[in-house]
């Protein structure tokens, strides 16, 4: 018997495809992705091109909203929980100058920070 799992799935460096954007994801510290409750899983090249793309979407119905932590490469962690910050000094691959901790302590970097809610609602605007 082969089993389905709802799990997240590895992002493939230059060779995966933003499902939004259709840029290639490169960067290893802007990247994010969801996964439906049926498994399947969108890949972004970018925090503000997942936002962008779950207005059209019901966070119920996901498994999985993640987003790099920008201080580890290629880990992803839960885009609810982790804290964004908007900095000049950090740039993110769609020009939003967006990037998200895993939490607000690890921050060094001047910005304005938000939490799941809050970068929604500015990446909207």
Not at 37 to 49: H, S, T
Not at 55 to 63: G, I, P, V, W
Not at 90 to 115: R, V, W
Request: with cysteine; net charge positive.
């Amino acid at each position: 018997m082969i089993s389905c799992s709802v799990a997240p799935v590895k992002i493939e460096y230059g060779k995966d495809v933003c499902s939004f954007c259709d840029m290639t994801i490169v960067d290893k510290t802007h990247a994010a992705e969801f996964v439906t409750k049926k498994g399947r899983a969108y890949k972004f090249d970018a925090v503000e091109c997942l936002i962008n793309d779950l207005k059209t979407k019901k966070e119920s119905e996901l498994a999985f909203i993640l987003v790099t932590d920008y201080l580890k490469l290629g880990e992803l962690v839960n885009a609810k929980t982790a804290t964004y910050l908007v900095s000049e000094k950090i740039k993110s691959p769609m020009g939003a100058n967006l990037s998200a901790f895993k939490t607000k302590a690890e921050i060094n970097y001047k910005g304005k920070t938000f939490n799941w809610q809050q970068i929604k609602e500015h990446i909207r605007k």
